[in-house]
């Protein structure tokens, strides 16, 4: 004769596994809802299904973070480290029409990633942007010999001419370079 399971033996043999199988589940989700965010870094959060508008995004800054799982993913990485951005070389006249060649080149960083996420959509273009305009400002309003002259001098204006339209978006520039020579 052959011996049969009672069925509440079978059960009893099944409640660990099915306890152990919960468990995991249960350890994968909270693994799952955990974010590290390193120092130089913030990550953007968004929810699962929420329309893509600023009040949907969270900015996560430094330290750790717990995200509901599944429903809130990682949908950018802001890097907080200084940039550098380097502009094509540009003509522009200067106060008494003479045509000069300048290069512009700058150092940044993001300093307030909330603002920066809800200012500009393509930094490093918008960024060039300002700076080109900035250097054509300049150079419209001086005479060339000035300009050539003292580079280091031109940088300064710039830098304090750029960092206010930058803080409002969020944005530090450290550092600006800046190389003129006479145009023909």
Known sequence: MIPTMRPAAAFIGVVPVMFAVICAIIIICIIASIRKVPADKA??????GAPDSAGSRKILREGVHFLIPFLTQITQVIPLTEQHLDCPQQICNSADGQKLLYRISADWQITDPERFMNSISQPEQSLAKLLQQSANTLIAAEPAQNVLADPHAASERLKAALSPAAAQ?????????FTAEAGS
């Open 43 to 48: 990550y953007v959060a968004k929810m699962y």
């Open 169 to 177: 978006w969020g944005v530090s520039v450290l550092q600006i370079g």
